[in-house]
């Protein structure tokens, strides 16, 4: 089970920060990477990127110069930040296990969290 | 603008089946497995399918997935009003990136 968690609203230039709580299975379980996406109101999926326990990342090529994913194994637990945000980063955030096999010819996420609404207002 | 391309709705009367299309290119379907999401109204996105036609547990065989080349597709056989959702193709690009469809609302009229 993974539960996000972080504030709500965030104003414009700032970052926002949130943590997602894994439960069930273990972050450092090598079988499984770790992730984070989007949907903007009425939009579809965006893939923010995916962190490994070791730490090894993939970002979003269109979000890696604002994004950090970062991992803690004694917490169980992985957290995003996403810098100088703008009203466009509004959307309901999600994190999800995201499994990669075989050079990342099959890959999929499952399960997800039920998602945070983040909010960039002034 | 979604880099993989999927009807934006599709419609049917229940009982009836469904297909939903997803198109890519050589960079993501054409050489990775896909997979398929369920969004029902309000609520996180579902694993339906995955490694192109494989079900997770709790999927039932009413769901169906194939691809050929650098396309994919979703069945859905006797809908239910309950199905209607919006479903969401989803992989690897080789840009290092998860990408997806932009999304297909399903009605089951």
């Known amino acids: 089970q993974l539960q996000e968690s972080g504030p709500g609203l965030v104003k414009p230039s700032g970052t926002l920060s949130l943590t997602c709580a894994v439960s069930?299975?273990?972050?450092?379980?090598?079988?499984?990477?770790w992730g984070w996406l989007r949907q903007p109101p009425g939009k579809g999926l965006e893939w923010i990127g995916s962190?490994?326990?070791?730490?090894?990342?993939y970002y979003n090529p269109s979000l890696k110069s604002r994004v950090t994913i970062s991992i803690s194994t004694s917490k169980n637990q992985f957290s995003l930040k996403l810098s100088s945000v703008t009203a466009a980063d509004t959307a309901v955030y999600y994190c999800?296990?995201?499994?990669?096999?075989?050079?990342?010819?099959?890959?999929?996420?499952?399960?997800w969290g039920q998602g945070t609404l983040v909010s960039v207002s002034s | 603008q979604s880099v993989l391309t999927q009807p934006p709705s599709v419609s049917a009367a229940p009982g009836q089946k469904v297909t939903i299309s997803c198109s890519g290119t050589?960079?993501?379907?054409?050489?990775?497995?896909v997979s398929w999401y369920q969004q029902l109204p309000g609520t996180a996105p579902k694993l339906l399918i995955y490694?192109?036609?494989k079900r997770p547990s709790g999927i039932p065989d009413r769901f169906s997935g194939s691809k050929s080349g650098t396309s994919a597709t979703l069945g859905i056989t006797g809908l239910q009003t309950g199905d209607e959702a919006d479903y969401y193709c989803?992989?690897?690009?080789?840009?290092?990136?998860?990408?997806f469809g932009g999304g297909t609302k399903l009605t089951v009229l």
């Open positions: 962190i490994y326990y070791t730490g090894s990342t």
């Open positions: 989803g992989t690897w690009d080789s840009n290092l990136s998860v990408v």
């Open positions: 050589s960079s993501n379907i054409g050489n990775n497995f």
């Open positions: 490694d192109n036609n």
């Open positions: 999800a296990r995201h499994i990669i096999r075989n050079n990342h010819e099959n890959t999929w996420l499952d399960p």
């Open positions: 069930g299975v273990s972050v450092s379980n090598n079988n499984y990477y």
